[in-house]
């Protein structure tokens, strides 16, 4: 990551990862968490009631911003709005008269202790208790009464907090850091484009603005130095740079670039209706990664015969209950309505500190801790609302189960047997379901499943691999630390090997096997993919038109003969370099 000064000019230059392709040119709005400044002084007896009026005025004061956020949320898309909706709501309650507000003057009274310092010891006996029981939903709410308590503070101190509210027009978003339920909180049409310090290009903040189409740079060092927030910034989310300051040359060739940008992508918006079929003959199917209700239009209109991953965690973002069967079904059944008869693969709940703050269990290490389908197996009420939700949402149209990070096949087996014995008891109560039963398949992304991907064929209807983490847990680099992110190489032997591997034992067990990490969504490793034997790709929308351009560019066999090469190799260095020459032949 470098830093230049061009001549004459305030221009900065900052490179960082390319984490979502397109071009943006916006005025820069600082989005930062902030410090909380937390006074402590005692109060002498004679000024208590004083500073008990200024705790409530305070109070009431942070009760409005949410009330008034409240009511912005309601223009946010829908889905979105209900999310912010429901948090927003249990903010308020506890803003007024909850045990917290409560404790607090309670605190101030008995302590003689300022407001902030009150704040932040009731809010730390209260998440203290919270963490001693070991419980996903009870940790998501200390992190909400955190929130409510750095409102306070804030509040207190005069200080105020902004989220994506009053954004300028075309804003570039300018962070230190943004969570995937922040990054959800995006609107395209009001941001041009996002740039932060942290995050890695596989994290799901990343994915978040692939799929929102929104041109991103992440892991950009010292990106917020100086920059006050009314500056013009160019993203460059193809190239990985962004440029604050920009000269008048710069931003002129920016423009010209732009606009070649808009242009390449229409033409291959002009492939959405032709078929992905190679020079010699084989046809692939393409399918899309959804992650947000809002991109289905998306979806539809790039062509995407189905939806090859649907990571359900946007039912359980920016909210402080969990969501029950009903809400589940109600919000899955509208994407299967939506891909009108296009099949739609449900991936359960994938929880993960990284996704999901809050929900998963603060174990040590969250990325190796008690996530995704073990979580849902640990909480049994949690795994059966989900597959009772999309057992029902295939009553609409063709639907396949997916389950995360899968480890061996018993888990696949539990879940099956919970999932006919759910059968059974919506059928008794007439409530329609998918019948036959759905597919249930596997993510292959820890190494142990792809080195016994013959004993989970046996027990899986099909494999999806997601190389995001198999990468990450193959090579031990956090797919979302930007200090690493050089590292992180999905061409690595050893990955690629694990991805042979599991493919290759799917296709002994004839079940469908198909890839649905970022490696899909890269048109340069599309000939690699389908040498291993992969047909069915799955991708951010995004992705689409310039993977069906490569697929009909090129003949299978030479990808297969390119790719047994490939496998020859030891070093990701000669890998590259193949894959480079691959494409070159093809000259697309
Ligand atoms: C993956 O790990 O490759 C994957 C597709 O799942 P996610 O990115 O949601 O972890
Ligand atoms: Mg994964």
Known sequence: MKTSEAKQSRERVLDGLAAAPGIAIGTAHRHEHGQLHVPEYRIPVGRLEEELERFSHAARQAARQVDDLLNKAKRLPSAAAEEMGYLLEAYLQMLKG???????????????????????????????????VDDAYLAARAADIREVGSRLIRALNKTTWKPFEQLPKNAAILADELSPADAALLHPRLVAGLATEAGGMESHTAIMARSLGIPSVLGVQGL?????????????????????????ETLAKYRSLKARYIKSRRQLAGLASLPAITQDGETISLLANLELPSEVESVLSAGAEGVGLLRSE??????????????????????????????VTIRTLDAGSEKLPGLDSVGLNPALGLRAIRLSLKHPELM??????CLRAGA???????????????????????????AKRLKRRRIPIADPLPPLGVMIEIPGAAVTADALAAQSDFFAIGTNDLTMYTLAIDRSD???????NPLHPAVLRLIQFSTEAALRARIPVSVCGEMAGEARLTGLL???????????????GSVKQRIRAMSLSAAIRRTRNIMDQVDSASISGLIDGFNAEIGV
């Open 396 to 422: 609409h149209g063709p639907i396949r189960i997916l389950l995360p990070m899968v480890m061996n096949s018993g888990e696949v087996i539990a879940v099956r047997e919970m999932m006919t014995r759910i």
């Open 98 to 132: 909850s045990r917290l507000v409560r404790g607090v003057a309670a605190r101030i009274k008995s302590e003689r202790i300022n407001a902030e310092s009150a704040v932040m010891r009731e809010i730390s006996e209260i998440v203290e208790g919270l963490a001693a």
């Open 482 to 488: 930007e200090a690493v992110a050089n590292l992180y």
């Open 384 to 389: 059966e609302a989900q597959l009772a939700a």
């Open 530 to 544: 389908l040498g291993l034997g992969i047909r069915e790709l799955s991708m951010a929308p995004i992705h689409l």
């Open 314 to 343: 946007f039912l359980f973002m920016n909210r402080t209950s969990l969501p029950g069967e009903d809400e589940q079904y109600q919000a899955l059944a509208q994407f299967v309505r939506a891909l009108k008869g296009r099949p």
């Open 224 to 248: 917020l130095e100086g920059v006050k927030g009314t500056e013009t910034v160019i993203i460059d989310g193809g190239l990985g740079r962004v440029i604050i300051d920009p000269s008048p």
